[in-house]
């Protein structure tokens, strides 16, 4: 699986393409994975907002906290 890693311009630097990048890649997939009931405020968020508004194709969000809690629940010897 290949993996990108986008870095986000601290306060006194030039902007950088990492948020645009991200948001072309979020948007370009049907379904992704959000925990739903968690709410994001700040700048970054913002910006977010901003840039995902502006695209006409927008992935459908899928509430992951049931299979996330599932995962990291207890496990007893046989699920190992």
Sequence with gaps: ?????LVQAKVK?????AL????EAYTSF???????KEA????????WE?????TDKKPELVDMAPALSAFMAVKDKEEM
């Design 1 to 5: 699986v290949p993996v990108e890693i």
């Design 13 to 17: 630097e030039p902007p950088s393409d």
């Design 20 to 23: 645009p990048k991200f948001v």
């Design 30 to 36: 049907k379904h992704i994975g959000s925990l739903m």
């Design 40 to 47: 994001c405020t700040g700048k970054l968020m913002t910006e």
């Design 50 to 54: 901003q840039g995902v508004s502006k």
